[in-house]
Structures are given as C-alpha cells and as structure tokens.
C-alpha cells in the first residue's frame, strides 16, 4: 500500500514540475531575449508553444511565449509575423500588455497595430473578499483590445432571467469596475447565490465585432440572524368589544318582565287598606316596559364596550412598540451586513 502511496504521490508532482521547466525555459529565453540574443530567444520561446513542446504550458505561459515572440520578430523588423504572435497574444489574454521599461519603442507601435486588429473582450480574475457595501468595494477589471461598447452583467446561475447591469459604456484597454454587493439600480442587496459575471463587448473602431467572456463567482452574506416580529393580535388575544345582539333583546324582556311582575301582583295581591296599589302597578309596569325598551335601543345603538376597546388599543400599543424594536434592530443587522466574494473555478 505504501509502494501505491508513494506512486501516486510522485505522479500527481509531475504536472508541476512540468509546468515548473517551462518556467524555467520561459526565464531564460527572456533573459535572451534582454541580452539581445534575439535567434536564441525566439528558438526558446518558439519551444514552448510548440505541439510537440516537454513541457505542459499554462494559458498565461502560452500568451507570455507569444508575446515575446512578437517582440522578437518586431525587433528584426518583420512587422507581419510580429503582428501574428502579438494578436496570438491578445486573443488568449486581452489585459496582455508590453511594459515599456522592458520593450523598444517598434516593438510597442506593432503591438498597437496588432490591437486594432483584433477585437477581444478580457475578465481579469476576480478576487475573493468580504466588503463592507458602505466602505469597501472589489474592482472588476475588464479590458478590450481597442475602443469599444461594453456591458458587464450580473447573472443569476439558477434563473437566467435574473440580470443586474454592473457597467455599460465604452471601454479602451483596461478599465476598473467596481462592485460592492450592491444593486446600482436600487441599492438593495444581490441575494447569495452563483453568478456569472458576462462581459459583452462591440467593435467600435473597426468593422462591427463583438465578443463575450464570463466568470462564475459565488455571492454569500455574512449578517447576524435576523428577528422575528410578533404576530398580530388573533381572537385569542384580545377582549370582546361588542355586546352579542341577544343582550338588547334580554333587557327589553327583562322590562317587559317587570311590568308584568307588577300588574300580576296587583291582581295576585287583590284589594287592601291601601289607596292607589292599582294605580302604582300600572306606573311600575309602564316604567318597566319603557326602562326595557330604552335599554333595548340603546344597546343595538351603541354596542360597544369601552374598557375592552380600550385595554385592546393598549395590548395592540405594547405589541407594535415591541414589533418596532425588532424592526429596527433588523435594519441595524442588514445595514451591517458583509458581502463575501468568492471566485468559483478559478
């Protein structure tokens, strides 16, 4: 088993020790190259990008063989086959660039040709981060060959119809885009979630072109958990307000009662030494039938109850202050709120 560990573990090196000599004859072939060894250079360099090369060669490596093979070839004046490497270049990395500390002035005018020539759209890679929106910001930084019209969209990789337009205007070379999480049409968050950031990109230079390049990151949020509110006040929750309809109705029955009650006593109850009994039934039966009616129309006019209303009005009170405090204590965790960024694929 160990023999088998040891095998595994020398070929998973091999990639990087192959990517590591084609380092090493990029080092030494610009090395040429400054020395003005130009053949021998050009050799080197040539042996990188090669078909048939030893070494395993990385995307950036083959655009940096390119590149000074362009140069080689400007420096002896061949501006066509210089042309052809520096566009070589350019189509594998549109954010390539010739220093001048380290290239001739020919050299640099060629490769300016070289870009009008070809018209390619560059995503630098993006960095991973965590921003504060209110403060901080990461930098998107594309790039076009030469002049051009540029969108930068956010896109959704679950729902493609979820767009947000971080950038649209014209673009040469080089250009920062800053990004803080945020939506720049309205300031809200971007949800988490994968997104491709799409570059699209229109020639407008030379004969209409377009190109397009993408990178795949993932958008999370780093925020304290937030608050429920409470509920609203259910029919558990609170007194009843209004009197049921049957109360009217009872206290016309119970005056309607007492006037019986007190003509039936009177005819019970008879004669005696008593002047006016007769006439003083009547009077408690009529008081009793319109005390019953009086009561009976006011409680189907006003069938509140005040102390109820007023202890809901209170509990409803103490429930929104409560509700309130955790709304606010929310915004403070969602304007706290990080943004992490991080690249996926890359």
Do not use: C
């Not at 095998?7 to 072939?29: C, I, K, S, T, Y």
């Not at 590149?67 to 042309?83: E, I, P, Q, R």
């Not at 009170?317 to 709120?337: D, K, L």
């Amino acid at each position: 088993m160990s023999r088998l560990l040891f095998v595994a573990v020398m070929l998973a090196a091999v990639p990087g020790r192959l990517f590591a000599q084609a380092d090493e004859q990029l080092r030494q072939a610009i090395r040429r190259y400054e020395n003005l060894d130009i053949d021998r250079a050009r050799t080197m360099f040539e042996q990188v990008i090669s078909p048939s090369s030893p070494f395993q060669v990385t995307e950036a490596q083959r655009v940096t063989a390119y590149k000074y093979l362009g140069a080689t070839y400007a420096t002896l004046g061949k501006a066509d086959s210089a042309k052809m490497f520096f566009k070589a270049a350019l189509s594998r990395d549109p954010l390539v660039d010739l220093d001048p500390r380290a290239f001739g002035e020919q050299e640099r005018q060629t490769f300016q040709q070289a870009r009008l020539e070809v018209f390619r759209v560059g995503l630098r890679p993006i960095p991973r981060d965590t921003i504060d929106p209110r403060s901080g910001h990461v930098n998107i930084t594309v790039a076009t060959t030469h002049g051009g019209h540029v969108r930068v969209e956010l896109r959704s990789a679950d729902d493609e119809t979820q767009r947000v337009t971080l950038f649209d205007g014209a673009v040469e070379g080089p250009r920062d885009i800053s990004f803080n999480g945020l939506n720049p049409r309205d300031g809200s968050f971007i949800p988490p979630g994968a997104y491709d950031v799409v570059v699209l990109g229109e020639d407008t230079v030379r004969a209409s072109a377009i190109d397009s390049t993408s990178a795949l990151i993932e958008i999370g949020w780093d925020r304290a958990p937030l608050a429920d509110t409470i509920a609203s006040l259910g029919a558990n929750d609170t007194l009843p307000t209004r009197l049921p309809s049957s109360t009217a109705t009872r206290e016309l029955v119970l005056g309607v009662g007492l006037a019986a009650t007190a003509i039936l006593a009177s005819k019970v109850i008879g004669q005696s030494d008593l002047e006016g009994r007769g006439a003083l039934s009547a009077a408690v039966a009529g008081a009793g039938v319109m005390g019953g009616i009086y009561a009976y129309l006011h409680r189907r006019n006003h069938p509140e109850i005040p102390a109820n209303v007023a202890e809901n009005a209170a509990r409803q009170q103490r429930r929104a202050a409560v509700n309130g405090r955790i709304m606010a204590e929310n915004t403070t965790r969602i304007q706290a709120t990080k943004v992490i960024i991080r690249p996926l694929g890359q």
